[in-house]
């Protein structure tokens, strides 16, 4: 069983910045890939940003050049800078692993979300 724990949600005043964090914990083996998702009220769940165990990258368009993902192999975790918040930029926001298990086997695994709100 795998766990992903997001952290570093929060209120922000649009131009300002948040730091978001995901830890991975459990039987993996090896986590292949990791991203972030958002999902704000109303609309479908996006591909924000993700990042391979290579350190390859993408990016949704809207944020292309604010928010920059990173990732730390050795604690599992995987980061999310965003500069220069926007209003619409609010949303959940849910970590996401490609996670090849103890068991050989791969999982697809979601963190709960963790709420990112700006104001104009």
């Known amino acids: 069983q795998v766990q992903l724990v997001e952290s570093g949600g929060g209120l922000v005043q649009a131009g300002g910045s948040l730091r978001l964090s995901c830890a991975a914990s459990?039987?993996?083996?090896?986590?292949?890939?990791m991203g972030w998702y958002r999902q704000a009220p109303g609309k479908q769940r996006e591909l924000v940003t993700a990042i391979t165990s290579g350190g390859s990258t993408n990016y949704a368009d809207s944020v292309k050049g604010r928010f920059t993902i990173s990732r730390d192999n050795a604690k599992n975790t995987v980061y999310l800078q965003m500069n220069s918040l926007k209003p619409e930029d609010t949303a959940v926001y849910y970590c996401?692993?490609?996670?090849?298990?103890?068991?050989?086997?791969?999982?697809?695994?979601w963190g709960k979300g963790t709420l990112v709100t700006v104001s104009s």
């Open positions: 459990g039987s993996i083996f090896n986590i292949l890939a």
């Open positions: 996401h692993a490609d996670i090849l298990l103890v068991t050989m086997r791969r999982g697809d695994c």
